[in-house]
């Protein structure tokens, strides 16, 4: 079921654009009638995100490291120069090296949040004050199940995830009185790329038997959640976490 989210003209940016729930993103708000900015570390991922969009006006794509302070100020000066001001911003890109934190390097800790963490930070710091100038916009920011309840070899991603609901929290009341509303997306496991780098098949199965809607969840669950929260049917809600993890407990 296609659902009508009135984005048609919208600017829409979206970072990790290249693959997963990225990818994923880029079709949905296509769909819906974006202009989209995407941005991915690989640019052979984000031309094949391109080839696979609905889009009347062709993206701007940009191959970018969110860490990078002065490639996401480029990166917003190339949008407004293309687009004008962004209506949306979607912060998704994210790693997750799985390592035990006994055998992490400090290098490899610094590394994760500063993409999870940071990057979010370095974004909404570039494009939020159009945003605020404008007096409106929709601020999406991708966190994780491990987010509350951990995960194993994967302490430096746990502390991302969580630390991006505090910045979330903080930012929406931050953001109020310009009428930008800033949220939260946590999936649980999903089926893209990502679980299978450190998950092995049968794994994942044990997983899925957890949940209590009884199957795997896909992009297309978590877009839809990004989609109305970046519609104005979401326009009373900031400050939130949405999980989208077919009813897996919380701990």
Not at 168 to 174: D, I
Request: negative net charge; glycine residues 12%; aromatic residues 6%.
């Amino acid at each position: 079921m296609q659902i009508d989210y009135r984005l048609t003209g919208k600017v829409a940016v979206v970072t990790g654009a290249g693959a997963g729930i990225g990818r994923g993103l880029a079709q949905g708000l296509s769909r819906q009638g974006a202009k989209l900015a995407l941005a991915d570390l690989d640019k052979v991922a984000l031309l094949e995100t391109a080839a696979a969009l609905e889009c009347q006006e062709p993206p701007l794509l940009k191959a970018l490291d969110v860490s990078d302070g002065a490639a996401i100020q480029a990166f917003t000066q190339e949008v407004q120069a293309r687009f004008g001001p962004a209506d949306i911003l979607i912060s998704n890109a994210g790693i997750y090296p799985r390592c035990l934190l006994l055998e992490m390097s400090e290098e490899e800790w610094d590394r994760v949040l500063e993409v999870n963490l940071k990057g979010a930070f370095l974004l909404v710091r570039n494009f939020g004050p159009a945003m605020a100038e404008r007096g409106g916009g929709r601020i999406v920011v991708m966190s994780s199940s491990a987010g509350f309840g951990g995960s194993a070899q994967g302490v430096h991603y746990s502390a991302s995830k969580a630390g991006l609901i505090g910045f979330v929290k903080a930012l929406a009341v931050e953001l109020a009185p310009y009428q930008i509303t800033v949220n939260a997306l946590a999936p649980g496991l999903t089926d893209t790329a990502q679980p299978r780098y450190g998950l092995s098949e049968a794994e994942i199965t044990a997983r899925v038997q957890a949940i209590p809607l009884g199957r795997i969840g896909t992009a297309e669950d978590v877009v839809q959640a990004a989609l109305w929260l970046a519609s104005e049917a979401a326009s009373y809600i900031t400050g939130q976490t949405i999980h989208v993890n077919g009813g897996l407990p919380r701990i």
